[in-house]
Nanobody, 116 residues
Framework: QVQLVESGGGLVQPGGSLRLSCAAS????????MSWYRQAPGKGREFAAV???????NYADSVKGRFTISRDNAKNTVYLQMNSLKPEDTAVYYC??????????WGQGTQVTVSS
């Protein structure tokens, strides 16, 4: 069975850092583009970052320069390093996998709260 399990969320002060992890199983991880999306209360799910199967990366303008996405295919894990966090980064962060035949899988999310 396919599983995407996010971890690493929590409460952090503005300007602080967190590293999120997404552990994947049940599919060929190295063939899938892995993304992070986020959703604040009452708002739609927003793209944050992606790492394609070849390892290239792209970011939303709102996080560019502050967040770094990376993947470790040997561990079937994708990471999101978040620095210089702002209150507007507060959201549930979701891991997404997209692969051949447009197979798409989502994790259950992890809460990130940026507050004093």
């Amino acid at each position: 069975q396919v599983q995407l399990v996010e971890s690493g969320g929590g409460l952090v002060q503005p300007g602080g850092s967190l590293r999120l992890s997404c552990a994947a199983s049940g599919f060929t991880f190295s063939s899938y583009a892995m993304s992070w999306y986020r959703q604040a209360p009452g708002k739609g799910r927003e793209f944050a970052a992606v790492t394609n199967a070849g390892g290239s990366t792209n970011y939303a303008d709102s996080v560019k320069g502050r967040f770094t996405i990376s993947r470790d295919n040997a561990k079937n894990t994708v990471y999101l390093q978040m620095n210089s966090l702002k209150p507007e980064d507060t959201a549930v962060y979701y891991c997404k996998a997209r692969g051949p035949w447009n197979n798409v899988y989502w994790g259950q999310g992890t809460q990130v709260t940026v507050s004093s």
